[in-house]
């Protein structure tokens, strides 16, 4: 099976009618909280957060009030679309929580779906219902990505990076915006050279890094669409953000697990236990522990808890002959022989949720009763890939690319 990236007529604000396009951009939905919500919505009539996120209205759900908008907005010139199919370059200049500062180039492109048994585009972690079911609704409704997912490719030789950066050596950028959710964020529209960039990239496998719900649900409603109309095509592709996995830009951060529900009984229970699997180190500050973690990092697995008496433990998994590959990863470690074995619990959002902040996952436990932290290295991005071409998956959560692409800078409409 070939993989198909192709260039598309994309949808965009028009800067003539909303003024700043940074006043109508947004983060991803799915991190987007209540009170921030609020504030986009306030910033600007027609900031994407009226589509990804819209708000039921008197006899108007969510999903009709967004298609609503987005006709309305199509008629009016919100929304401009481009005349000839295009490529899009989206770079992100950002510091990481380490202070190291990066550079992230995406080619932004209509990507063919296939199942991942083609063995084309390969997921890496588990999904969950819920939100496939709430994003489904919005694009049966608006009949567009209104975002795109976030996939990864190898390229040793840099060819793509190359061509697109020779590109906007010379090219000023369609939009430019100095400071938006901490990154300055610039984006290009390249219709030259697109045969040969759609041609670099027929060999290449995709992996999916952030988006798996929405990558399934674009799967889905394309089934859907085609029992019933099959004449249509648009819904073969779907719009994505494809960056470099050899690029020094691309920055992982690790997802630490807050748990919560348990009793002081269980904590006490799972504490006394651990010497049955792991090495265990206690340290004075959450400071010694992630030091501790980092020095293991790439060398041998392991992880931090944090308890309610104020105690943080080094843990280190004792491995077996048998323990290999995808069973050595921190996170498949974590899951297996704590969290699953141990608490006994779901990873259901009723008992476990995240966060990239170390010093947050502390406060969390301090801030309420029956609760623990698992602190995490991050999962480097060869063992993802690693995993991912094996045909396994991760549990959810276990990588996160800092930062979060922005959502709103290009639309790809499914009719078109």
């Not at 690029?247 to 236990?273: E, M, N, Y």
């Not at 030091?291 to 931090?304: S, V």
């Not at 280190?316 to 974590?334: A, F, K, Q």
């Not at 899951?335 to 996952?361: C, M, R, V, W």
Request: charge should be negative; include cysteine.
């Amino acid at each position: 099976m070939e993989t198909t990236v192709i260039p598309f007529r994309g949808l965009r604000y028009n800067p003539n009618k909303v003024g700043d396009i940074a006043d109508v951009i947004a983060p991803p939905y799915d991190v987007i909280k209540q009170e921030e919500r609020v504030t986009l919505e306030a910033r600007h009539r027609a900031n994407i957060i009226h589509l990804i996120l819209s708000q039921p209205r008197e006899n108007e759900d969510r999903y009709t009030r967004a298609a609503a908008l987005m006709k309305t907005w199509r008629a009016d010139g919100t929304f401009i679309q481009d005349k000839t199919p295009s490529y899009y370059i989206y770079e992100q200049r950002f510091t990481a929580p380490d202070g190291i500062t990066y550079t992230r180039r995406a080619l932004i492109a209509k990507v063919k779906l296939e199942p991942f048994e083609n063995r084309v585009i390969f997921p890496h972690e588990k999904t969950h219902a819920g939100p496939k079911a709430d994003r489904l609704n919005l694009m049966r409704a608006c009949h567009a990505n209104l975002s795109p997912i976030f996939l990864l490719y190898s390229d040793t030789a840099g060819e793509i990076e190359e061509i697109t950066e020779t590109f906007t050596d010379v090219t000023e950028p369609l939009v430019s915006i100095d400071e938006a959710f901490g990154s300055t964020h610039q984006l290009w529209r390249m219709d030259s050279r697109t045969r040969e960039i759609q041609a670099l990239f027929t060999d290449k496998p995709l992996l999916i890094a952030d988006g798996h719900h929405r990558y399934e649900t674009a799967l889905a409603f394309r089934d859907e669409m085609h029992a019933h109309t099959p004449q249509l095509t648009g819904y073969n592709h779907m719009m994505m953000n494809l960056v470099r996995i050899e690029s020094p830009g691309l920055a992982v951060l690790a997802i630490h697990r807050l748990i919560q529900g348990l009793t002081p009984d269980k904590i006490a229970h799972v504490v006394a236990k651990l010497p049955e699997a792991f090495d265990v180190q206690k340290v004075d500050s959450l400071a010694s522990l992630m030091e501790h973690l980092t020095a293991q990092h790439g060398k041998h697995p392991a992880f931090g808890l944090y308890t309610p008496d104020n105690t943080y433990r080094l843990l280190i998994p004792r491995l077996t002959s048998e323990t290999s590959g995808y069973e050595r990863l921190d996170v498949t470690l974590l899951h297996n022989l704590l969290i699953d074995k141990q608490f006994g619990i779901e990873t259901t959002p009723a008992y476990i949720s995240y966060t990239a902040d170390a010093t947050d996952a502390v406060a969390y436990v301090k801030g309420g009763t029956g609760r623990v932290a698992l602190l995490m290295n991050p999962t480097p991005v060869s063992e993802v890939l690693d995993v991912a071409m094996a045909g396994q998956t991760m549990p959810q959560k276990s990588t996160y690319f800092y930062p979060k692409m922005a959502t709103g800078f290009v639309l790809n409409l499914l009719r078109d």
